[in-house]
């Protein structure tokens, strides 16, 4: 049995990791087999590639140099990771994909599109996803999360841009799902986290509830 690619994408702050984390207690309730995976850093080569890309000390990095760090690190996770965990027919939930790219280097730091398509087709090795979830926030909204005096942790090299910057992200990312409706499916970022995972299993569920016959009688709330 084939498994299930699902890609979570958003701007920094939208809260897609947490909705990520969510979905994955939700399967290990039901005993699906699943992997729980990200980018940059979804191997142990790729959590080193991570470092170098998110390291804000790291200021002279170029814009090409991160771009192909990024494509460096997909293309060991595909071959370590992806396709080993699909061919066992597990549920794939990835923090970040190819569509990240784009958003990112393509227009949020403009780099040709052309180019990164190209570096994901041999990257990726022509994987795509089943499932893209795009949780949608406004940047400002966005701010305010990763502006919270309780935080812990400090903002990473990419979380530091200006909001120009995530705008143009933001905006890469509707285009993206516009572009791409059989594939994504957009959640309104707004809300608590169990309003938004709300919204996750009514996408989520009915893709894979043939698979998993345990979850047919699953009650949203």
């Known amino acids: 049995m084939a498994g299930i690619f699902i890609t979570f994408e958003g701007i920094d702050g939208c809260g ?13 309730a039901h005993s699906i087999p699943h992997l729980i995976t990200r980018e940059p850093g979804g191997t142990l080569v790729g959590n080193k590639i991570r470092e170098i890309i998110l390291d804000p000390t790291h200021n002279k ?21 992806l396709k080993p965990s699909l061919e066992k027919g597990e549920i794939i939930l990835c923090d970040r994909y190819t569509d990240a790219t784009i958003a990112y280097q393509a227009y949020g730091r403009k780099l040709p599109v052309k180019l990164i398509n190209q570096l994901n ?20 909204e966005a701010e305010k999360r990763m502006s919270n005096p309780n935080s ?17 992200v933001r905006q890469a990312y509707l285009a993206l799902a516009e572009k791409f409706p059989d594939r994504f499916r957009t959640i309104s970022a707004l809300g608590t986290s169990q309003e938004i995972f709300y919204q996750v299993s009514q996408v989520v569920i009915p893709k894979i509830k043939s698979l998993y016959p345990s979850l047919n009688n699953y009650v949203f709330c």
């Not at 897609?16 to 290990?28: F, N």
């Not at 814009?63 to 996770?77: F, G």
């Not at 087709?121 to 400002?140: K, N, Y």
């Open 61 to 81: 990095l170029s814009s090409k140099t991160e771009l192909l760090l990024y494509a460096a690190d997909r293309a060991q996770h595909v071959f370590e990771e």
């Open 152 to 168: 812990l942790r400090s903002k990473d090299r990419l979380e530091q841009e200006q909001r120009d910057f995530h705008q143009r």
């Open 121 to 140: 087709l041999i990257a990726t090795d022509g994987l795509a996803p089943d499932l893209t979830l795009l949780f949608d926030l406004p940047v400002e």
């Open 16 to 28: 897609k990791t947490t909705q990520l984390g969510m979905l994955a207690a939700l399967l290990a």
